[in-house]
């Protein structure tokens, strides 16, 4: 007799929750350190100089360009053999590498978008009393520009956590590797749709908070 969705639920729901909290781990690792790197590129994408632009927009080009499970297999099998003192990392320092990298790509160009949309009349009033450029970035610029990146970097939390999937084709303990864990009982269909309603519930529920995040922020302007 096929067990129902609910039966497999309440009999392994244990596995599930260790699952998401992998999965919201992941997340997080992957947003926290892109933001940080993902700045330092933003900035290298506005710089004055060519040569950094240039640099700027191949790596932001080359990481949203390519899918992100072809990144994570290149950082698992490439990266170790092409830089040796890297040789120590594990499978799954390789596979958060690959989704830093590629969360970076895409921050970037959030912070990027969140600094173009402050008034340059700003900046331009902040240099005219004698302010260096990177001292009117840190006091007047992003101060300013964080209210409208929040937003868009809870959003990147909310994709990271539905890309993270893919960290289970390298049989690290997430949400979608709870499949793969319960295929020795047999099930089938059963964990897939709990996966799925898993991941739907989260993402309904971190976009309502992010909704609620940019009315507030709205009120405050």
């Known amino acids: 007799m096929t067990a129902s969705i609910w039966q497999v639920f309440s009999e392994n729901w244990l596995v599930f929750l260790q699952g998401l909290l992998g999965t919201l781990k992941f997340a997080f690792i992957a947003v926290f350190f892109g933001t940080i790197l993902g700045t330092f590129i933003s900035l290298l994408h506005l710089s004055k100089n060519k040569v950094l632009r240039a640099i700027a927009a191949v790596y932001v080009n080359v ?12 950082a698992y099998f490439f990266i170790p053999m092409a830089i040796p003192f890297l040789s120590f990392m ?15 790509a895409y921050v970037s ?9 402050v008034d ?20 007047i610029i992003l101060p300013q520009a ?11 939390y909310i994709a990271m956590i539905k890309e993270t999937s893919l960290a289970g084709t390298f049989a690290l303990y997430e949400l979608m590797f709870t499949k793969t864990l319960l295929a020795n009982k047999f099930y089938t269909y059963q964990p897939l749709f709990i996966i799925a309603a ?24």
């Open 63 to 74: 990481l949203r360009g390519t899918p992100l499970l072809v990144q994570m297999y290149i």
């Open 90 to 104: 594990t499978k799954e320092q390789c596979v958060i590498l690959s989704l830093i990298l590629n969360s970076s």
């Open 109 to 117: 160009e959030v912070i990027r978008g969140g600094i173009n949309a």
């Open 120 to 139: 340059k009349g700003q900046t331009e009033a902040a240099r005219s009393l004698g302010m260096s450029s990177v001292h009117c970035m840190q006091k």
């Open 146 to 156: 964080i209210k409208n990146i929040l937003p868009a970097l809870a959003n990147e």
């Open 198 to 221: 898993i991941y739907l519930l989260c993402t309904l529920v971190l976009s309502s908070l992010v909704k609620k995040m940019e009315k507030r922020l709205a009120v405050s302007d």
